[in-house]
């Protein structure tokens, strides 16, 4: 079964309106937890990796007063799309890092991805 | 910095056929590379790693080696089934950071 959900899996909103996407991993504390931004027939591109507690490290290009994340706790992480545009609509995934139960590895699991449509 | 390359897709295979989608990659050090695959409406899943040159990693059927001489990660599999339609993405991570650097991956359809 799923490891780490997202939720919502869609959604449409207005251009300027805030959009939050939550990626929760299930079972397992999540040490760190990344988001990747996908445009179509496009690899996954890192927008930025959180770590509990603490503030999110962004790469390069991408705006931080614009995607906002929140690393609340290690089962849960947010991002905001503040004032969103319709340059914004594409496919969000994040995924989470840690050591699932009974596996004893640390691996890196990724949701199932938010579909953003800005109108 | 490090990026990855694969064979662009689409690839379209008959149930049985063999099954190879090209990797390679370029990176300053020794990175771990990765296979991942989509399923329609689904994550992102592990397929397959290799963490050193000349690993051969394998699941589900599929192998990859990973050859430092030509950077390549190439992902092959036998004998193909419907059930392998998905989108296949070659990746990278070097150091411990944990960053993934994705190609843009390769959609799979298998005919019955």
């Known amino acids: 079964g799923a490891v780490v959900s997202q939720h919502p899996s869609r959604v449409i909103c207005k251009s300027g309106t805030s959009v939050k996407i939550e990626c929760r991993s299930l079972d397992f504390q999540a040490t760190t937890m990344f988001w990747y931004r996908q445009f179509p027939k496009q690899s996954l591109m890192l927008m930025a990796t959180?770590?509990?507690?603490?503030?999110?490290?962004?790469e390069q290009g991408v705006e931080k007063d614009k995607f906002l994340i929140n690393h609340a706790s290690l089962t849960l992480s947010t991002l905001t799309v503040t004032s969103a545009h319709p340059e914004d609509s594409s496919f969000y995934i994040c995924?989470?890092?840690?050591?699932?139960?009974?596996?004893?590895?640390?691996?890196?699991?990724f949701g199932p991805g938010t579909r953003l449509t800005v109108l | 910095g490090d990026s990855v390359t694969q064979m662009e897709g689409p690839v379209t295979l008959s149930e049985e056929a063999f099954l190879t989608i090209n990797c390679t990659y370029t990176a300053t050090g020794y990175p771990s590379l990765f296979w991942y695959v989509q399923y329609p409406g689904e994550g992102l899943q592990l397929l397959l790693k290799?963490?050193?040159?000349?690993d051969k990693g394998s699941n589900k059927g599929f192998e990859a080696t990973y050859r430092k001489e030509t950077t390549s990660f190439h992902l092959e599999k036998g004998s193909v089934q419907v059930s392998d339609s998905a989108v296949y993405f070659c990746?990278?991570?070097?150091?411990?950071?944990?960053?993934?650097?994705f190609g843009k991956g390769t959609l799979l359809t298998v005919n019955p």
């Open positions: 990746a990278l991570i070097q150091g411990s950071n944990y960053k993934l650097t």
């Open positions: 290799a963490t050193k040159a000349d």
């Open positions: 995924s989470a890092r840690g050591v699932l139960q009974g596996t004893g590895t640390d691996t890196q699991y």
């Open positions: 959180s770590n509990e507690g603490s503030k999110a490290t962004y």
